[in-house]
């Protein structure tokens, strides 16, 4: 599955990053502490944080995580969108919980 069909299947809405839409998924990380997810994180991994801040896209980068998704409908600062459009780091947004995201994961990726 990539990003955009996982967009789909959770409805899910793009804030940043339309260049990563083809990053093939597979597995999924929750973490909000960015050093655990620096060393924890696997290439293509979904990528499930409430943090927002410029430095999720840095991680992001380090990582080759596939994207990231914010859940419940946490605003995502300005400056961290324009960063991840630059990398093209998909960020998604969605009302569901992360407990909901990772459950639909678990049969997917």
Known sequence: ??????????????LAGE??????LQGCYICDL????????????VWITVQTNINVVAVSV???????????NIAVEQITIDKANKEGVPILSTNKTAYEIACFLKEVV
Request: net charge negative.
């Open 62 to 72: 380090l990582t080759e995580v596939g994207c990231v998704i914010v859940p419940e």
């Open 34 to 45: 960015l050093s655990y997810v620096m060393s924890r994180a696997s290439k293509g991994n």
């Open 1 to 14: 599955m990539n990003v955009s069909e996982l967009m789909t299947a959770l409805e899910l809405k793009l």
């Open 19 to 24: 260049d990563g839409l083809n990053n093939e």
